[in-house]
């Protein structure tokens, strides 16, 4: 939770970090992109480490990196320090996120393995929909330094239940002997490199730039031999053999398309009302902390649901789809006069389907998997979903880009064909008068500035609600995989007595 909160939260409250940090917008995108790709190389490397150090001396490592690096950020404004201690805060998120799927497959037993996984759904479906209500406590009513300092006690905690709970192993130092320095450094270069690219390829005008081009031939070259390093290593980092279980495929890939279509609950949303309705964060949170609350109580139930013999979990994480796809359907409606009420019965469909996917993906996908696999499953499924974080950066980027663009410049273009009656001259007929006078002069003090803004929210409608539409392709692409690509199976507690 502690990490997951610093990533989403520190996010969404970047205007108030920059200015209290004294950072400029450039400085400021390369403070969040660090997170990401630092995250990546951590979850990477974090299930191969937690066997070598034994789970439970890694994971005390992990919470105390994460305290050290958020207490020190908001006492710095040297931006060098920063980008470092922004650099391991990404590193302990990464190593944070593994620990706990590695955790539930192995000291779990089957009959009561559902519900460990619904504790790590939390970190897919809960806290991302419960930044927003932090971001708007800490920047709004009290300071943003507790944007980090909000993790201390939290890791705190962690500590201690790490400290009693943990079973004590001897450490397997002989894995260094055989440890997969190529693949690291592959992974090190080519993730890091694709992230970057994914998250800086719209400010720096992508291929456009020399940077990009360098970033786009390291993931390019990297990422294949990568796969072809780990497909023959002894004891590599992933074990991509694993993808070739129809099951463990399906939940590996539907997880980070997953993580994509979740943007649909949270940051489209709150872009809406903070850019269109004109919303900060702490009025915004009500609709997100709705879904967050439902997965109390969605996850429980759908671990009780699945834990049915005849229950097939194919058929509920096509209905989680179907209540997805519908809440996309409804938002596409979106115009300027929406406000959070509006959303309130799309995020109910939104909070419903979240949970119906994503526990079901997790048992069929752990189903497939003997305990001994779990640390090479951890990596296989975690990795992609850090990089998914930034493919849906680039994925509202790219709308932005394209269909912004295309919105404005049509505005625009009507604009001036019928600028007499729109923007210059008298038309009673009209609710909002033309900003200009006949004679070319400001009808008012503002007037200009106030027309241009109104441009500016009715191109993020339309821009906002071309991203829906595109979100509602994606979950038709999963209702699709989930129908051809996952076989039937039943719940833990008779898969392996069964075996």
Same mark, same amino acid.
């Given at each position: ?54 789970? %439970? ?69 809960? =806290?991302?929909?419960? #930044? ?31 400290? *009693? ?12 002997? +055989? ?5 690291? =450094? ?52 992933? %074990? ?9 495929? *399906?939940?590996?890939?539907?997880? +980070? ?67 997805? +796809? ?25 909070? +419903? ?54 919105? #404005? ?33 400001? %009808? ?6 106030? =027309? ?43 898969? =392996?007595?069964?075996?």
């Amino acid at each position: 939770m502690a990490t997951e909160l610093n990533d989403q939260v520190s996010e969404q409250s970047m205007p108030d970090i920059s200015g209290g940090l004294g950072m400029s917008h450039d400085p400021g995108t390369w403070f969040s992109s660090l997170y990401v790709s630092a995250e990546v190389v951590g979850m990477s490397l974090s299930p191969w480490l937690a066997v070598t150090f034994t789970l %439970r001396r890694f994971s005390l490592v992990v919470p105390v990196l994460a305290m050290i690096a958020s207490s020190l950020i908001p006492l710095t404004d040297n931006l060098t320090l920063l980008y470092g201690l922004r650099l391991f805060q990404g590193l302990s998120g990464g190593f944070a996120v593994p620990l706990l799927m590695t955790t539930a497959l192995r000291v779990l037993p089957p009959p009561i393995r559902l519900y460990g996984l619904a504790a790590y759904a939390l970190t897919a479906t809960f =806290f991302p929909n419960l #930044s927003t209500s932090f971001a708007g406590l800490w920047t709004d009513l009290l300071d943003w330094r507790f944007v980090f300092w909000q993790s201390i006690p939290l890791c705190t905690l962690a500590l201690l239940l790490l400290w *009693y709970g943990m079973p004590r192993e001897a450490p397997k130092y002989e894995r260094f002997r +055989l440890f997969d320095w190529r693949g690291f =450094f592959l992974v090190l270069f080519g993730m890091g490199a694709l992230s970057t690219m994914l998250q800086q390829g719209d400010r720096f005008d992508w291929f456009n730039s020399p940077a990009i081009c360098v970033m786009g031939l390291i993931s390019l070259a990297c990422l294949p031999l990568f796969v072809l390093n780990e497909w023959f290593h002894p004891l590599p980092l992933f %074990r991509f053999q694993l993808l070739g279980r129809r099951n463990f495929a *399906y939940g590996a890939t539907t997880l +980070l398309v997953f993580i994509i279509v979740s943007l649909s609950s949270s940051s489209i949303p709150a872009e809406f009302l903070q850019v269109v309705a004109g919303y900060r964060p702490e009025q915004v949170y009500l609709i997100t902390l709705q879904v967050a609350c439902m997965q109390l109580v969605m996850l429980p139930l759908m671990a009780v649901l699945l834990n049915k013999e005849w229950v097939d979990s194919r058929i509920v994480s096509l209905l989680g789809m179907a209540f997805i +796809l519908t809440a996309c359907i409804g938002n596409t409606f979106v115009t300027s006069v929406w406000n959070r009420n509006e959303f309130y019965l799309w995020q109910t469909f939104q909070g +419903l389907g979240e949970a119906m996917i994503v526990m079901p993906l997790l048992m069929m996908s752990t189903n497939a998997l003997i305990p001994a696999e779990g640390p090479f499953a951890s990596a296989l499924v975690n990795t992609p979903r850090a990089v998914a974080e930034a493919v849906g950066i680039w994925l509202l980027q790219l709308m932005h880009r394209w269909r912004g663009s295309l919105h #404005s410049d049509r505005i625009t273009d009507q604009i001036g064909r019928d600028r007499y009656r729109i923007f210059q001259g008298e038309n009673p007929a009209f609710q909002h008068q033309a900003p200009l006078l006949p004679n070319g002069m400001p %009808r008012a003090p503002g007037s200009l500035e106030a =027309f241009r803004a109104q441009v500016v929210k009715q191109t993020a409608v339309l821009t906002i609600s071309d991203t829906f539409f595109v979100i509602c392709g994606i979950v038709v692409f999963l209702m699709v995989l989930v129908l051809t690509l996952p076989q039937r199976t039943y719940p833990p507690r008779i898969v =392996f007595v069964k075996k």
